[in-house]
């Protein structure tokens, strides 16, 4: 046998060598895709807790050492030293950009930001409290009825175009959402503005007065971005990558992700946690709270608590309680019992018996939707926060699988358990 194999012996005595991929760091991977044919078995596992759906060279998370990598690159460097414009460059291109190429790369951004103007009129078809996921989704998924003349997934220069709009894009979208949410006109882009400033002026200002950008606002929305930027084969990139394998075109495979995002176990966590906060009240409420959370016939969890993958800490969530602090200072005051709450409740269940023992830390989600609160920004707008974030995550990884030669059409197996065959009944005889 092969040193990088795995053999396999099946109930009937036969055997079989299971190759073993190894990838640049990170676990070894078991090849299996023979083994249906040769054996006649599928593999089960809900969730894919245990399996690799594809070969990506995007991003590196190792749980146990709480460890995030771009393209190779920590991300706490990257939080450091980069901004998402560059960060969103790497992740599309494999390497960091020299000046002039960053330089391009921002001002292409900069100069796909408006939208048609048919498109901006479908807001007025939304009743005025949609919630703004419905309307990303919904907008971003139409936008293939205006670009389907550069959407040839075969094309690399359309590939390019794609990820372009949707990054430059999606800021406008989710601004007009929320312009329509509270009532008030539409804001065009400013080019002049970066990408966070121009998002915060699209978001707050208005037509009948000036709108100076706050510059701590725009950095921590610029941290946040870089942050929730991509994160490998997680349920929403797996949706785009799905949808996508399909062979549908990128912005409706990008409406599937934002579908997928939507959801409390995903996206949705961090307004949970808002609403958790809320709830909890007062610190003299937290034991209650964690108690709960403990419980298994209660289906309440710490939301902001726990992750599929990391099991040590989110390397995420330290690097924006950071952020929490300084936006508190600047911002916040009104809001900083509330991160006070937060904080406490973080230190009563980091020294819990049963968060210990299962692993759970705080993730991306907990402190997020507190620096966002403290922008004014709505807790229905906190998923799609995460959105423009994930863009260019999404963009990157259905760039890869489009490009991957050995891709295929996503299609999983199942363990039927439904009845055997039986014959039909007529319906006078049921
Ligand atoms: N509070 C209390 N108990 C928890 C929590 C929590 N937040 N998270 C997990 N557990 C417990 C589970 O009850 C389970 O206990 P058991 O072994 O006794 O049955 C054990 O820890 C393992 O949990 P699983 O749900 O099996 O772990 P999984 O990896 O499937 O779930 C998830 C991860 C969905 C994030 C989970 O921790 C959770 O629901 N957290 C709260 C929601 C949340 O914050 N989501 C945001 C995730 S980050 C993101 O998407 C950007």
Known sequence: MSQDAYRL??????????PVRKGTVGPDVIDISRLYKEQGVFTYDPGFVATGSCESAITFIDGEKGILMYRGYPVEQLAEHSS????????????????????????????????NEGMLSFFKGFRYDAHPMAMLSAVVGSMSAYYHDEMDAANPVHRDIFAHRILAKLPTIAAAAYKLNVGQPFMYPRNDLNYCENLLHMLFAVPAEPYEVDPVAAEALDLLFILHADHEQNCSTSTVRMAGSSGANPYSAVA?????????????????????????GDVSQIGKYVDKAKDRNDPFRLMGFGHRVYKNFDPRATLIREMCHKVMEKLGRKDTPMFDLARELERVALQDEYFIEKNLYPNVDFYSGLIYRALRIPTSMFTVMFALGRSVGWAAHWREMIADSNGKISRPRQLYTGPVARDYIAVDKR
């Open 84 to 115: 998402f414009i560059e960060v969103a460059y790497l992740l599309l291109n494999a390497e960091l950009p020299t000046a002039t190429e960053l330089a391009e790369f921002d001002s292409t951004i900069r100069m796909h930001t408006m939208l």
């Open 9 to 18: 012996t099946s109930p009937s005595g036969s055997e079989m060598e299971l």
């Open 256 to 280: 599937a992700g934002i579908s997928a995002l939507w959801g409390p176990a995903h996206g949705g966590a961090n307004e949970a946690v808002l609403k958790m906060l809320d709830d909890i």
